[in-house]
């Protein structure tokens, strides 16, 4: 009976808030539909124009590329990156209805300048420019009025449209929350279905982009509260079930804290996703021709919606003080997009020999976005979703996996700085759940006393191959091989067990250093064999470690002491995006102090490494770091620096893993009652800081 009672309760709860949802889901719907309405201005220059000029437009969000502005008389300075008028064009600018407009005029000459601007043919106003001075023109628009523009101007007809609408969407929304409670019972039963797991994280995306932006502009920081609530409920409610399954908590963290960082962190904003995006379309043009100039070409042929987009999104990617409106994804969402109105020119992408396998659920999606005219948004978060669901699941099973350091292995996945990467336009979402599922079966093969069979040994083949295509520089996680008892623990002068090492070391090491050193050679090409890039960087020469090692072993311990803690720990929680987006010491204080404790938290799955074994670890991780310094070093820094340029801490997430298991020990314990749940709460809790970070710092 107590249990009926429950299951009435929750689906009276779940009913509530699906009407909640669904009222949402119709602003969004209506003010999606209106955005799509432009607003046309027209600036005409009364006097002569001599010396009058426009050095900025910007459309909502987005300063516009203001050579996109092409007239017959005007000439657009590419050194002052400005538009000088002439008082024999009218000056044209549309946006969407939604979306604010300033226009920056500058006034070089000594007579004042007149300007009259009609909007949607109606003149609004007269600009009065005084000699040498700048004039701001901006039409805001307020949610508040385009609410009131909408209501009012609603007809019959459209508010039945609506009423149905909104009742088709409850019913959508209670029926998938319905069924996102029925995969986290079973997630809390230790049930994992992989098919659920995906028809789950697509519903969650459906149910957010209904009612997160809507509810950003009314109170950016409260759009987080629902599915953040909702993790701490079920966390909690996981504690007498799951106890030590740490792959249970993590499948669901990762969902909801996941969900929430691809909608709130902006397009294109993970480190070079523009570049990446572009490779992961141009490879969708696998069955058609002249998507290229010439074979070696570095430049993709793109519809004009595209550049648009990245332009809009990607233009202020280094800007400090890029800010956003929430109401602006809303007309994305629903623009339709041609996908065969292409550009006339190329756009530069510097990725020609990067691996395709790490694109291949963009460029799925963008197959499919040709064929229904995907809005360029929603193809942004499907491409996403399916790397970090791909991510997710791997690293899901890396915690099952793994005999020892679960805890490690449970840490590192749901690090914001993994997660940001995880659902990015990239190579590192299979870069780091590949090295970490790898990981997962070497322990396996080292703590557990049967020997590898043959599905081990391909899997562990295939990851192998995957981790060298994916980067060079992490190949040496092969020296852990060493340590697995198949590897050494075999007599020699015994031609099978002979027969059979040779095997294993030939389908699992040479895998990974082949394609590793392929791919070394491939990115070598491209830099040295003529192919410009938009790089004019004079880097220091890899000769110099033989002509002046004692600058480049001054320039490696001098980077490391500077960035020793940036890198392996703080870097991890915060600097989101091109490391523009930072917590605040009290933030950061309260993220490193969680991280450092369940580090450090004592826990019965951990074992004490041998001195091989540490020495090995310890090697294997000294050599990775060592190849990405290596990698910056002479492949970005300048000659003259003083440490080396170029880091972020994105790259360490690999060798950490490493690190991590290093620091395990038994002289610092911290003893804690419910480690799992403590695990748990504390990883949320670091995301909520960046996630508020992300919110306070992007949008207005």
């Not at 005084?130 to 628009?141: E, G, L, P, Q, R």
């Not at 064999?529 to 938009?534: A, D, S």
Request: proline share 3%.
């Amino acid at each position: 009976m107590k249990e009926l009672n429950s299951k009435t309760n929750k689906k009276m709860i779940f009913g509530i808030i699906s009407l909640v949802v669904a009222f949402f889901s119709l602003f969004t719907i209506c003010l999606g539909v209106y955005s799509q309405k432009t607003d046309d201005y027209i600036f005409y220059i009364i006097n002569e124009s001599n010396g009058l000029s426009v050095n900025e437009i910007k459309i909502g969000d987005s300063n516009v590329d203001l050579n996109r502005y092409n007239y017959k008389n005007s000439k657009y300075d590419k050194n002052k990156n400005e538009i000088v008028l002439s008082s024999k064009d009218d000056y044209i600018i549309k946006k969407s209805r939604i979306d604010n407009l300033k226009v920056s005029f500058k006034n070089k000459s000594n007579i004042k300048k007149d300007i009259i601007v009609k909007k949607n043919g109606k003149e609004v106003k007269k600009i009065n420019i005084k000699s040498n001075s700048t004039y701001v023109y901006m039409d805001n628009v307020s949610t508040f009025t385009i609410i009131t523009y909408i209501i009012n101007n609603l007809s019959f007809v459209q508010v039945v449209f609506i009423i149905i609408i909104f009742f088709i969407f409850y019913l959508l929304i209670y029926l998938s929350m319905l069924y996102i409670n029925n995969f986290v019972v079973a997630v809390k039963k230790n049930s994992f279905s992989l098919t659920n797991y995906v028809i789950s994280m697509l519903l969650l995306l459906f149910i957010n982009l209904l009612y997160m932006f809507p509810l950003m502009q009314f109170n950016k920081f409260i759009s987080i509260l629902p599915m953040v609530t909702s993790l701490f409920i079920i966390v909690y409610n996981f504690r007498k079930s799951c106890n030590t399954e740490l792959q249970n908590y993590y499948i669901v963290i990762s969902m909801f804290i996941g969900i929430i960082f691809l909608l709130i962190f902006p397009p294109l904003h993970v480190p070079d996703e523009s570049s990446h995006m572009i490779k992961s379309y141009q490879n969708s043009y696998v069955f058609q021709n002249n998507h290229e100039i010439t074979k070696d070409a570095t430049y993709a042929y793109l519809p004009k919606n595209m550049n648009e987009f990245i332009s809009k999104y990607g233009e202020g990617t280094l800007n400090y003080d890029f800010r956003m409106h929430p109401r602006t994804y809303t007309y994305d969402l629903l623009r339709l997009t041609d996908y065969n109105d292409r550009s006339n020119y190329y756009t530069w992408y510097a990725l020609k020999y990067t691996s395709s396998i790490t694109y291949l659920p963009g460029t799925l999606v963008a197959i499919f976005a040709k064929i229904t005219k995907m809005p360029l948004l929603l193809f942004n978060y499907l491409s996403k979703i399916f790397t970090y669901i791909i991510s997710t699941i791997m690293c899901y099973y890396a915690i099952k996996l793994t005999p020892k350091f679960k805890k490690i292995f449970f840490i590192v996945p749901l690090l914001p700085i993994f997660i940001q990467q995880s659902f990015g336009f990239n190579v590192d979402w299979l870069t780091n759940s590949t090295f970490i599922l790898l990981l997962a079966f070497i322990l396996k093969g080292i703590y557990q006393n049967e020997k590898m069979n043959r599905s081990d040994i391909f899997k562990i083949m295939i990851l192998s191959i995957t981790l060298g295509f994916c980067k060079f520089g992490y190949f040496p996680i092969a020296l852990l091989f060493l340590l697995i008892p198949t590897f050494k623990k075999h007599n020699l002068r015994d031609k099978s067990n002979l027969y059979k090492i040779l095997i294993i070391l030939v389908i699992v090491i040479v895998p990974i250093l082949v394609t590793s050193f392929f791919r070394f050679y491939s990115s070598f090409t491209y830099a040295y064999n003529g192919v410009k890039t938009v790089s004019t960087r004079s880097v220091i020469p890899l000769s110099a470690l033989w002509t002046n090692p004692k600058m480049i072993i001054s320039m490696l311990i001098q980077t490391f002491i500077i960035r020793l803690d940036l890198d392996l720990f703080r870097g991890l929680t915060t600097g989101f995006g091109w490391s523009t987006i930072w917590l605040n010491s009290l933030f950061i204080f309260i993220s490193l102090l969680l991280l450092m404790t369940v580090i450090l938290c004592h826990d019965e799955n951990n074992i004490k490494l041998s001195l091989k074994q540490k020495i090995v670890f310890f090697v294997s991780f000294m050599l990775i770091c060592g190849l990405i310094y290596g990698a910056m070093l002479f492949g970005w820094t300048e000659i003259g620096s003083k440490s080396i340029d170029g880091l972020q801490p994105r790259y360490f997430i690999p060798p950490i893993m490493l690190l991590y298991i290093l620091l395990q020990n038994k002289f610092i314990l911290v003893n804690i009652k419910n480690k799992e749940l403590f695990y748990a709460i504390s990883m949320i809790i670091i995301n909520v800081l960046g996630l508020i970070t992300i919110l306070a710092k992007v949008y207005v």
